[in-house]
């Protein structure tokens, strides 16, 4: 122990060498001699697969020189494939880098170029994919690591070391990570031999304490570090047996030994998980019992601890991103109300929905208000931006957050650009956000003084750029300008009017403004109106309302009266009159013209309605017609009653009468679809066709055996004039076992009724065909599932596909019914990696116009809404968002009616429809209705939890109660 307790310092280098261990290969893999090394390698890969008894028989056998021969020629095909493997991958990397200067957003595309580089070991082109990517979007968890792991083994130098260390400080920016903070204050522990080495670690730790010492669950491998490094320097105080201690070694334990207490306590007082054996860790440690403040602290720490446990476990159970449970944890915090605590769980969130901005946007908005810190605030607020820059409200909130600290003008003017090549969209979001920046713009001038020249100069410049911006570019990406009442315009005018006093100049605005299409809305000459009344002269004011009657169409007499009563006060008798005169002459044209588009629009109405009276007759006598073709004749019903109730008794054999005989044909004819044809051949049909009909009608009468349901597969929705469906169905499904049974079901009258039952041998052959569902089958998809009785299984459900939110599946609507699936995954393709792609079709197999893009991840999905939404697909504007399907209808229960508790008879159905009757043949005294705005979803009606066992009695005897019982009950009231 005295000699390790008297080792030195480990020299700068030590540390990566230990901590590199195995991954030395890796490092001499990653060198420029790599691929050499790979060789050399496999060479001595052939040397150790020899036979023994080859190295006995020696170098001068003759046996040996064709081993040689055959072992350097496999050699050779193994290099042969390296090179032509390394130049796909080089080819590869060649379109990566020419497809990423066109599109330098695309996220996958660098991830694709970086995974290759590394494969490569082309470390200087990695070096900089790496840092182009980091300068368009933050980077993972994953690939922050993986960048410093390369860097670390390539840094040998003490020049090296610093730009690591830069490398680390960029890193901790993006996301909160424990491992990169635990690696950052691993890698500082191998530099403290440099001069100052030990306090550049320990300052390490402490920053991530503060940054990650929260995290319930990872916080603690953060603390451990930190004691079990100042535990090694205690060590290394220590002196040597045999000697003794000087005042200033004493002294310098004896703060170290301060530095450990301190850690342990700070631990001790925040709720992590595992703290009972920190606690018993610390009295082991001190060797003494522990004073009152350190248990008072520790013991309310665990209270705190125990209240956020559900949320942790909450969070260990669901499946990620978790943004429910995330959620609750953040609501839980902010009502607790400590700030650090709200602090890290918002960051916690953020790094599992780094692609959510509302959640940006309320932990931004947290920080402008409560916690208030510069730079904690604004670096959230650059997070936010570079996650979800699509959002035009988190570049507002950046803008309106620099400038409340004070940043430098140059940083805000330069964010505001970043801003305007993030990409909205739609039109509005660049108004709201020329709108910012103009705003931060004039708050920046101070009107008061005469050397404000050169910010009001800016001012106006920028105005001017913003309004050539909206109509140039904006106009001609979105075909909208987005600001059509021209707001922006009018604050410029509002400001040179009242700060400026250059009322010219804001009649030269609201010329232009009036001649982009709002001459005829009343409201905008009456803002020119009040401006004119509070910074300019009666007579532009005048001028003003006279143009405003002559072009407002909307509301005109508001105009008109706005005008008499400026007259009233301003004007002279002259002025009175002509403004009475050009009023009435126009208000006698608009008059006119709204009597014109009334007798107009009372033509268009009427004819809209006899079109429509037309359809509506015209569709009464198409379902007339049918009606009448189809009406059964006195035959044919019997013929049904006998089928739906039995055979009739045997009666006396009959005559026909010639007219009963010509009835019974015509119905025939009407069957068939021949009525109202002559000269159609009447058909006669053979024996053996009558025998296969008879067959064919009765083999749906065939009982289904359930104990084979697991070999069986039910098929549904096929065509009713499908040629030959056995042999169809039987074509389809044979490559997925022997067949056992094909069982058709028919109508009475020996149609097929689209749906079938598949029995196979093996119950394997039987889950595999359940991979056709859906499949397309003439024209229409064809539905398979497994044979499952419903009524022994009534939660059961046919439909495979998900109900709720979907964030790595998109949802693409207004399709044109042409589109294929081909066309789609051209459309999606270069958006991410695609896993399926289905079309929504109806029943009939028709296209709804509707399909579901399925991506690998969120980030994929997100970044394809962003691009894809709005798009234009053969003459069609697509719609895209984010797959949530809603919420399927509950079928009712069919027993019951939906109403716990009701003893109302099932209506009975036979094969024909309804029964004969739909009279209800329990008396309304005995029928149970549940109390008006009551609920039995979540439980049972209370008078059935009070009377259970009577009513399960009543039921039992009025199902035993016959017709008399009825009768006796009736006469008794």
Known sequence: ????????????????????????????????????????????????????????????????????????????????????????????????????????????????????????????????????????????????????????????????????????????????????????????????????????????????????????????????????????????????????????QQEAMNKQLDRVHALFKRQLAIPLLDMESTYAEYEEWADEVLNESVKQFYKKALQQMEKRKPFEEALLAADPPKLAEYQAYIDFEVKDGDPARIQITFERTLSENCLVPDLWARYTVYLDRKLKIKDVVLSAHERAVRNCPWIVGLWKRYILALERHQVEHKIVTDTFEKALNAGFIQATDYVELWQAFLDYLRRRVDFSEADSSK???????????????????????????????????????????????????????????????????????????????????????????????????????????????????EGSLDDWDLAVEKTETRMNHINEWRAKAAVKDALQTKQEEEKTSQRKKARSEKKAAKKAQKQPTTGDKRKADEEEWGALPDKPNKKRRAGELEETEEAMATECGLFGRKGIAKTVETPAQQKHKAVVATRNKVPHDNSKDDLTVFVSNLAYSMHDPEDRIKEIFASFGQIADIRLVYSNRGHFRGYCYVEFKEKEAATNALKLDRQELEGRPMFISPCVDKAKNPEFKVFRYSSSLEKHKIFISGLPFSCTREDLEELCKDHGNLKEIRLVTNRSGKPKGLAYVEFENETQASLAVLKLDGNVLKDHTISVAISNPPQRKQTANVETGGTSGSFLPRQVYGPRGKGRTQLALVPRALQRLPAPGTSTENGTLREQDDNAKGDSTRAADMKKMTNADFAKMLLRK
């Open 455 to 569: 910010e009001l100069e800016e001012l106006r410049s920028a105005y001017s750029r913003g309004v050539d911006y909206l109509k140039q570019d904006i106009e001609q990406r979105f075909s909208e300008s987005g600001d059509s009442s021209c707001t922006i315009l009018q604050n410029w005018a509002r400001i040179e009017a009242r700060l400026c006093r250059n009322m010219q100049k804001a009649r030269e605005l609201w010329d232009r403004i009036m001649t982009k299409g709002n001459a005829k809305y009343a409201n905008m000459w009456l803002e020119y109106f009040n401006l004119e009344r509070a910074h300019g002269d009666p007579q532009h004011c005048r001028k003003a309302l006279h143009r405003a009657v002559q072009c407002t169409t909307d509301y005109p007499e508001h105009v008109s009266e706005v005008l008499l009563t400026f007259e009233r006060v």
């Open 1 to 248: 122990m005295a000699s390790e307790a008297a080792e030195p310092p480990m020299e700068p280098g030590d540390k990566d060498r230990d901590r590199a261990g195995p991954g030395d290969k890796d490092r001499d893999r990653a060198g420029p001699g790599g691929r050499d090394r790979a060789g050399d390698r496999d060479s001595s890969g052939d040397e150790e697969e020899m036979e023994p008894g080859d190295e006995e028989t020696g170098a001068g056998d003759g046996a040996g020189d064709g081993d040689e021969a055959e072992a350097d020629s496999g050699s050779g095909e193994e290099m042969d494939d390296s090179s032509d493997d390394e130049q796909e991958n080089e080819a590869e990397i060649q379109r990566l880098e020419e497809q990423l200067s066109i599109s330098a957003y695309d996220y996958n595309c660098h991830i694709d170029l970086i995974k290759l580089l590394r494969q490569e070991g082309e470390l200087v082109k990695l070096r900089c994919a790496r840092q182009t990517m980091s300068e368009l979007f933050p980077l993972t968890e994953e690939l922050w690591l993986d960048w410093l792991k390369d860097e670390i083994r390539m840094a040998e130098k003490p020049h090296d070391r610093e730009k690591v260390y830069e490398l680390f400080e960029k890193a901790i920016k993006d996301y909160i990570c424990p491992e990169i903070w635990l690696e950052y204050a691993q890698y500082s522990i191998g530099g403290i031999g440099l001069q100052g080495g030990i306090e550049r670690a320990r300052g390490i730790f402490d920053r991530a304490l503060t940054a990650v010492g929260l995290h319930m669950t990872k916080g603690v491998a953060i603390w451990e570090a930190f004691r079990e490094f100042e535990n090694a320097i205690l060590g290394t105080l220590q002196a040597l047996p045999g000697t003794i201690v000087t005042p200033d």
